[in-house]
């Protein structure tokens, strides 16, 4: 694989969103040769129609939520055919994986975020917003109760109701603080803005609190105890970039205490980084472990204090306290309580998690849509409709299933059951019919039902839920956006696959997700990225392509360059250290 085409598949690593952008990166790789890399993006937009009210009647949509989801639904959507109401608590979207830079002043908060109505305003008003929280979702009559966010003094009501043709839930998730005693009290989270404000305060208070005169040298060590609580990609970037903050800013400015400065990154599992390549897990141990950041593996929090955090060994069944300064809770995510309360009325409140069919569509529920972390695909069974795929690819109702008629169906079982095609790629199957042949490898002209039962009966193995990340909310908002779109096309003319139970085709293709890679930034300029097709780089050149694609990512050219001045600003004058 050439350089070019490595830059150019990992510039897709996050869905994009401006409407137009052109970014132009110079980098020096370690082998000295100078790369240039240039990325275009268009965005096609509908063309705003005007259309005569007593010609047609606009369908309510409501879009709950302006994360990256429900963005990437609104910056698509056609809105000369709906009438489109936004409700979120924040009027901003927010470039959530620049959060840990922000942190420690390597970015400034303003330069992530973009105003709602400064994304809307080009479609001339026709996307309504409000700011205000959505706390009850009334699924049987069509409508959802909402509270604004402001202060008590202000005049008017609290509370409204507004009434929907089409929902789409995508208010994102919450910290999960797996009910352990204390998180909420004695942590700090990084999940939002204000989260990554807070936190950068406090570190300057660890470090003031620490020069005062009076304190013991202990006393010292332990204000200036930083604890990462989970060693996913969020932990590790934010302990990166803590690690460098305190060694190229916060030493020069404290010297007193730059001795006694502690990172402690404590993981349940028995790697960081598990969901990356491995090797890209072994590479992140070894330099936390050069640069003085403790990796504690194996150990389960049970309690935080404000003074100590205490945690259970698993090899050894041990407990432990270690006092700190600052903690930062950083384990994963769970359902927002409104999704819960509406789970219950749909009949799925026993579930964890919102269940969608591979449309989008929340089972149980007409016209309601949820996507990005709020939900997860519930994707069917192979197995469960077995029968019924045998009797539809057997034309001649012979009770055999020849290699012919298998093959005129197998393009809507692999779009209709993608697990099938990710267990040909697990065995190396080069052709599908591959899985018609018999135990000793030799192919058959016919298999009967239960050879076809024994053919697929792996299959569903490999069916897996897609992780809670922005490339994911980020995808399935535009496709949600185009089936809307292409919606009273698809009524009379239906593109999806076969309707194995039933007669005629799906409305819409299903969604699916394609990974274009993720990168987990290391410190000391220093990165790693994991791409499609098992590419995993790590060193100095691939913290450039993080600075390039993370920068040509940015919903709009102001926070573009707003990034872009403000990584500049560190490496002339270093991060701002003032408390604000």
Same mark, same amino acid.
Request: aromatic share 8%.
């Given at each position: 694989m050439t350089i070019l085409s490595f830059f150019c598949r990992a510039s897709r690593s996050f869905n994009g969103y401006p409407a137009c952008?052109?970014?132009?990166?110079?980098?020096?790789?370690?082998?000295?040769?100078?790369?240039?890399?240039?990325?275009?993006?268009?965005?096609?937009?509908?063309?705003?129609?005007?259309?005569?009210?007593?010609?047609?009647?606009?369908?309510?949509?409501v879009v709950l939520g302006t994360g990256w989801a429900g963005i990437s639904f609104l910056k698509d959507l056609d809105v000369s055919t709906h009438d489109v109401q936004v409700i979120s608590p924040r009027n901003y979207f927010a470039f959530t994986p620049l959060l840990p830079s922000v942190t420690c002043g390597t970015v400034e908060a303003r330069s992530i975020v973009e105003p709602v109505r400064n994304i809307i305003k080009k479609r001339n008003g026709e996307i309504q917003f409000c700011e205000a929280e959505c706390i009850k979702i009334d699924a049987a009559n069509k409508k959802i109760l909402c509270r604004s966010t402001f202060d008590n003094n202000l005049v008017g009501n609290e509370e409204f109701s507004l009434g929907y043709d089409y929902l789409v839930i995508a208010v994102g998730a919450q910290v999960n603080t797996f009910n352990t005693p204390g998180v909420v009290e004695n942590c700090h989270f990084l999940k939002e803005v204000?989260?990554?404000?807070?936190?950068?305060?406090?570190?300057?208070?660890?470090?003031?609190? %620490?020069?005062?005169?009076?304190?013991?040298?202990?006393?010292?060590?332990?204000?200036?105890?930083?604890?990462?609580?989970?060693?996913?990609?969020?932990?590790?970037?934010?302990?990166?970039?803590?690690?460098?903050?305190?060694?190229?800013?916060?030493?020069?400015? *404290?010297?007193?205490?730059?001795?006694?400065v502690k990172i402690t990154v404590i993981q349940s599992g028995d790697h960081i980084l598990n969901m990356f390549d491995e090797r890209i897990s072994s590479f992140a141990e070894q330099k936390f472990s050069r640069d003085g950041i403790e990796v504690q593996t194996g150990c389960?929090?049970?309690?935080?204090?404000?003074?100590?955090?205490?945690?259970?060994?698993?090899?050894?069944?041990?407990?432990?306290?270690?006092?700190?300064?600052?903690?930062?809770?950083?384990?994963?995510?769970?359902?927002?309580?409104?999704?819960?309360?509406?789970?219950?009325?749909?009949?799925?409140?026993?579930?964890?998690?919102?269940?969608?069919?591979?449309?989008?569509?929340?089972?149980?529920?007409?016209?309601? *849509? %949820?996507?990005?972390?709020?939900?997860?695909?519930?994707?069917?069974?192979?197995?469960?409709d077995i029968a019924t795929i045998f009797k539809a690819a057997d034309k001649d109702n012979s009770g055999a299933l020849t290699v012919k008629e298998f093959q005129d169906v197998i393009d809507d079982?692999?779009?209709?059951?993608?697990?099938?095609?990710?267990?040909?790629?697990?065995?190396?199957?080069?052709?599908?019919?591959?899985?018609?042949?018999?135990?000793?490898?030799? %192919?058959?002209?016919?298999?009967?039902? !239960?050879?076809?039962?024994?053919?697929?009966?792996?299959?569903?193995?490999?069916?897996?839920?897609?992780p809670a990340t922005a490339q994911v909310a980020a995808q399935q908002g535009a496709y949600l956006s185009k089936c809307f779109n292409r919606r009273q096309q698809c009524e009379d003319?239906?593109?999806?696959?076969?309707?194995?139970?039933?007669?005629?085709?799906?409305?819409?293709?299903?969604?699916?997700y394609k990974h274009l890679g993720q990168?987990?930034?290391?410190?000391? !300029?220093?990165?790693?990225?994991?791409?499609?097709?098992?590419?995993?780089?790590?060193?100095?050149?691939?913290?450039?392509?993080?600075?390039?694609?993370?920068?040509?990512?940015?919903?709009?050219?102001?926070?573009?360059?707003?990034?872009?001045?403000?990584?500049?600003?560190?490496?002339?004058?270093?991060r701002d250290s003032s408390r604000i």
């Open positions: 952008s052109k970014l132009l990166v110079l980098c020096t790789l370690s082998s000295g040769s100078l790369v240039a890399y240039s990325e275009s993006q268009t965005d096609v937009s509908n063309t705003s129609v005007k259309i005569d009210e007593k010609d047609c009647k606009k369908r309510r949509v204000e989260d990554a404000q807070k936190i950068r305060r406090s570190v300057i208070d660890c470090f003031e609190k %620490a020069v005062l005169p009076g304190l013991s040298e202990e006393e010292r060590r332990i204000n200036l105890h930083f604890v990462i609580v989970g060693g996913g990609p969020t932990g590790v970037e934010f302990a990166a970039e803590l690690h460098d903050y305190v060694q190229e800013d916060l030493v020069n400015l *404290y010297p007193t205490v730059k001795d006694l389960r929090v049970i309690s935080v204090s404000d003074k100590e955090i205490t945690m259970k060994l698993k090899s050894k069944g041990e407990v432990c306290s270690v006092p700190h300064g600052l903690v930062v809770w950083s384990t994963g995510v769970e359902t927002r309580p409104v999704v819960k309360d509406f789970m219950g009325q749909i009949g799925q409140g026993r579930r964890r998690v919102l269940a969608t069919d591979e449309w989008l569509r929340v089972k149980g529920c007409a016209d309601v *849509y %949820a996507l990005g972390d709020c939900a997860t695909i519930n994707q069917r069974k192979v197995m469960e079982i692999l779009e209709r059951y993608p697990q099938v095609e990710h267990y040909l790629k697990s065995k190396h199957l080069s052709d599908v019919t591959d899985l018609l042949k018999d135990p000793e490898g030799n %192919a058959r002209d016919e298999v009967d039902i !239960e050879g076809f039962k024994l053919a697929l009966s792996h299959v569903d193995s490999q069916m897996k839920n897609l003319n239906p593109e999806g696959p076969r309707r194995f139970k039933g007669s005629g085709r799906h409305q819409f293709h299903p969604f699916r990168f987990a930034p290391l410190g000391g !300029e220093q990165a790693a990225a994991e791409l499609p097709g098992d590419w995993v780089s790590i060193g100095h050149s691939t913290q450039w392509l993080w600075y390039s694609v993370y920068a040509s990512k940015q919903v709009s050219w102001r926070t573009r360059l707003l990034v872009v001045s403000d990584w500049t600003r560190r490496f002339i004058f270093g």
